[in-house]
């Protein structure tokens, strides 16, 4: 074969190839395609997840618990906590009544204040939710636990549950309102049990031994004091009609009211 026929022979074959080759490129290999749950991730670029408060309790059992500090103690029963991821949270405890002791003083409502804010300022606790999460005042309803719940018995609340703790060292009334019931059985029981043992509020009322009243005294005129408060009013004073009888003294007169220590009413001015 001669050389040009040759060198055609060659031109012809590599034409041929030239010709197949993208054929061939486009049946080959096909890389696959990237899954969409990938393609999303890539695409959106997720950022930093704020990390949830929410421990959820073993097993499924009850309803979410939030752990959290408390920060501030308002009385007996409310007080302010700071959640996991930084939320500050005006916290009422659920199933349970504390006296006031905030613009009204009761009986016992700052023993209350004062024991809550003993035991709870700058605890970690956890917030067991109910039905109702908040009331009409937006605050948070809960059960404070000082320990993660893990069985809800009757002894772990007993032991654990700050709500029940109020009840059983007589510091708090039951008040249940629904459809936060959860543990409102128990908690009358726990009434029961301090009103039975006489504890705090439930402390047997003993008459007052009344104070000494002068003999030049008016038998018409005396003053009433408040061994709690240390002030004293005229008789018909409204705080002197809320006076509970363990905590109230009478004086003849407002001398005697005034060398016992007591500080006259600002509203009745006695």
């Known amino acids: 074969m001669s050389l040009s026929k040759m060198l055609l022979v060659r031109l012809f074959i590599i034409l041929i190839i030239l010709l197949i080759l993208p054929v061939g490129c486009g049946k ?15 695409e959106n670029k997720p950022g930093v997840v704020e990390k949830s408060p929410v421990t959820a309790l073993p097993e499924g059992k009850g309803t979410p618990v939030l752990k959290a500090t408390v920060i501030y103690v308002v009385d007996g029963d409310t007080v302010h906590v700071r959640l996991e991821n930084g939320r500050k949270e005006k916290v009422r405890f659920i ?11 009761e009986l016992y409502g700052k023993e ?35 320990i993660p719940p893990r069985e809800n018995s009757k002894t772990e609340v007993q032991k654990a549950m ?42 047997t009322i003993k008459a007052p031994v009344p104070a000494p009243i002068s003999n030049t005294a008016s038998p018409e005129i005396k ?27 009478e004086f003849g007169r407002r001398e005697d009211a005034i060398k016992a220590g007591y500080q006259p009413c600002k509203t009745c001015k006695p």
């Not at 300022?121 to 908040?134: C, H, I, M, P, S």
């Not at 061994?227 to 009609?241: E, G, M, Y």
Request: include cysteine; proline fraction near 5%; hydrophobic fraction near 40%.
């Open 28 to 42: 080959g290999i096909v890389a696959p395609e990237t899954p969409v749950a990938v393609k999303e991730q890539i």
């Open 95 to 105: 199933g349970v009544d504390t006296p006031e002791s905030t613009r009204v003083v």
């Open 112 to 146: 209350a204040a004062t024991y809550t804010r003993k035991e709870l300022t700058g605890k970690t606790v956890y917030l067991e939710l109910d039905v109702a999460q908040r009331d009409k005042y937006g605050r948070l309803l809960a059960y404070v636990w000082l």
């Open 162 to 203: 700050f709500n029940a703790t109020l009840l059983l060292v007589g510091l708090a009334q039951v008040m249940t309102v629904p459809p936060n019931v959860k543990y409102a059985d128990m908690f009358v029981e726990f009434q029961k049990e301090a009103r039975e043992a006489e504890k705090g509020l439930w402390e």
């Open 223 to 249: 003053y009433i004091g408040n061994s709690n408060s240390q002030k004293f009013h005229r008789p018909d004073c409204q705080w002197a009609q809320k006076i509970a009888p363990r905590n109230r003294v």
